[in-house]
């Protein structure tokens, strides 16, 4: 069975849909590869901090915290 998505985007750029889809996949590549690093590294998704600013307290020192892992690699 074959189905029909539509999804539309904002964009300043004139491009081609080559430029664009390679710029929308270059996107999720990021996107994707961070959310896999916060989960397998952080366990994001198991994470219970849900009331008040504990949860953006946590996301902001969990990205901090990766951020410090990639520069002493780097």
Same mark, same amino acid.
Request: aromatic share 8%; charged share 20%.
């Given at each position: 069975?074959?189905?029909?998505? +539509? +999804?539309?985007?904002?964009?300043? &750029?004139?491009?081609? $849909? *080559? *430029?664009? &889809?390679? $710029?929308? =996949? &270059?996107?999720?590549?990021?996107?994707? =590869?961070? @959310?896999?690093?916060? !989960?397998?590294?952080? @366990? !994001? !998704?198991?994470? =219970?901090? +849900?009331? *008040?600013?504990?949860? $953006?307290?946590? $996301?902001?020192?969990? @990205?901090?915290?990766?951020?410090?892992? =990639?520069?002493?690699? !780097?």
């Amino acid at each position: 069975k074959t189905c029909l998505e +539509r +999804r539309y985007y904002l964009s300043s &750029a004139t491009l081609t $849909a *080559q *430029q664009f &889809a390679h $710029a929308v =996949r &270059a996107h999720w590549h990021v996107e994707i =590869r961070l @959310h896999w690093v916060m !989960d397998v590294v952080f @366990h !994001d !998704d198991l994470m =219970r901090l +849900r009331t *008040q600013n504990g949860p $953006a307290n946590m $996301a902001t020192v969990r @990205h901090i915290s990766l951020n410090l892992i =990639r520069s002493i690699n !780097d």
